[in-house]
């Protein structure tokens, strides 16, 4: 099992739609999680962080399970400017941040 | 802007060619990553420094990759006799300590032709 999985889309939706995207990771001591967003040719940028349950900002939610091992990510009334792709990065103790390979959302005018 | 400034930001190098690129993290952090990215992939890691010590190296790291960090400060990473397969933006990303959020240089993109 790989240490950081995403289903990498596409998602297709349109403007004021929910959508939620799933990321599972394999290392149970993880403490922390994060959800980067990245356009186009661009850096990735920190969209939010997870160091419990749950986090929420504005129209984006992000929870955690502890027990199947997966965080979330709700974007609640989409817009144009959400296009991008979704980073989950899970820190791992000692070593490294480890991406998944991202989801890629597309909100349709 | 996030603090983390990365040269050049545009790279193109004949097959063959040593190149090395340049990352200046934000000054009080500690932990520096290296990443690699090719289209439509999350960043994979390299490797990372806390302060000047380089703690790990991916095993996707190829001998003729070599990074520094001297005096804990910036880092450079070395891609020696390039080939193909190395064309893909690499990225630094900066980290004040364990468990916190990285901040990303714009990165470094290279063709190698």
């Known amino acids: 099992r790989k240490e950081v999985e995403q289903d990498p889309g596409p998602f297709n939706v349109p403007e004021g739609a929910t959508v939620a995207f799933n990321c599972t990771y394999s290392n149970s001591a993880s403490q922390s999680f994060f959800w980067y967003r990245q356009d186009c040719r661009k850096e990735p940028k920190l969209l939010m962080s997870?160091?419990?349950s749950g986090n929420e900002d504005g129209r984006f939610t992000a929870q955690l399970n502890r027990a199947s091992q997966y965080i979330s990510l709700l974007i609640r009334d989409s817009k144009l400017s959400d296009s991008a792709t979704y980073l989950c990065?899970?820190?791992?103790?000692?070593?490294?941040?480890?991406f998944g390979p991202g989801t890629r959302l597309s909100v349709l005018p | 802007d996030t603090g983390v400034s990365q040269n050049p930001r545009h790279k193109i190098t004949k097959r063959g060619q040593n190149v090395t690129f340049r990352c200046d993290p934000i000054?009080?952090?500690?932990?520096l990553y290296w990443y690699r990215q090719t289209l439509g992939q999350g960043p994979e890691f390299l490797t990372y420094f806390q302060n000047e010590a380089q703690l790990e190296k991916s095993r996707l790291l190829s001998d003729r990759f070599s990074a520094e960090r001297p005096k804990g400060s910036f880092s450079t990473l070395e891609i020696q006799r390039t080939e193909q397969g190395d064309s893909a933006m690499y990225l630094c990303a900066s980290i004040e300590g364990f468990g916190t959020e990285a901040f990303f240089g714009q990165g470094t993109r290279l063709t190698v032709v």
């Open positions: 000054s009080e952090h500690n932990r």
């Open positions: 997870v160091y419990s």
């Open positions: 990065v899970v820190p791992l103790y000692g070593q490294n941040f480890v």
